[in-house]
């Protein structure tokens, strides 16, 4: 099972947005609403995000938000704050072959 | 709130068995609805879904096809824990692992990670 395919860099100033994409193919995002986000911070456990393709934890800021078409998914900050500035990885159920992860998208905060 | 506390030795030998433990406080490791995993993290690298265990009635079992011949992840009910077993290690099984939780959708609950090097 190979890896979803993300940008390895996105960034933006504070207050703007910021969309990470998610390449997956027809065998996990395109079949399962089964995609999560999640941010990590250097030395930190990895966060949830956004899972469900667009549903957001409880204590998780509204300027997160997820969708997905076809086989791509995508994460959305809107309102840009310097301590969203962090790794992103997205996942996606595969089925039989369990749940994979991105390849990782690190956003920098202008 | 669920908590995860993993336990286990830092370094292990190549060929050998790397063992890892989480223990669960605040839900049970036979939850309805609930799924525990384990991933991984290699030095500078991206996350790895290794696998996981969870009970519908009966106790189930995924793995990651890159591992798959040698993992075994064990719930255990008395101790409310579940384990990590993966089989003849070797210096590109270094990675930081975590023990994770899933009530709903997603990885809601992770434990602290811990490093683990392979190296004799």
């Known amino acids: 099972q190979s890896a979803l395919t993300q940008p390895p860099s996105a960034s933006g100033s504070p207050g703007q947005s910021v969309t990470i994409s998610c390449t997956g193919t027809s065998r996990d995002i395109g079949t399962y609403n089964y995609v999560s986000w999640y941010q990590q911070h250097p030395g930190k456990a990895p966060k949830l995000m956004i899972y469900e393709v667009s549903k957001r934890p409880s204590g998780v800021p509204n300027r997160f938000s997820g969708s997905k078409s076809g086989n791509t998914a995508s994460l959305t900050v809107s309102g840009l704050q310097t301590e969203d500035g962090a790794d992103y990885y997205c996942s996606s159920y595969t089925g039989s072959n369990g749940f994979v992860f991105g390849t990782g998208t690190k956003v920098t905060v202008l | 709130q669920v908590q995860l506390q993993q336990t286990g030795p830092g370094l292990v030998k190549p060929s050998q068995t790397l063992s890892l433990t989480c223990a669960i406080s605040g839900d049970s490791v036979s939850s309805a609805g609930a799924a525990w995993h384990w991933i991984r993290q290699p030095p500078s690298g991206g996350l790895e879904w290794l696998g996981r265990?969870?009970?519908?009635?009966?106790?189930?079992?995924e793995y990651a096809v890159s591992v798959q011949s040698r993992i075994t992840v064990n719930p255990d009910t008395s101790k409310n824990h579940f384990s990590l077993q993966l089989d003849s290690v070797t210096p590109e099984d270094t990675a930081v692992y975590y023990c994770?939780?899933?009530?709903?959708?997603?990885?809601?609950?992770w434990g602290q990670g811990a490093l683990v090097t392979v190296s004799s």
């Open positions: 994770t939780g899933e009530s709903g959708g997603g990885l809601d609950f």
């Open positions: 265990t969870y009970y519908r009635s009966k106790w189930y079992n």
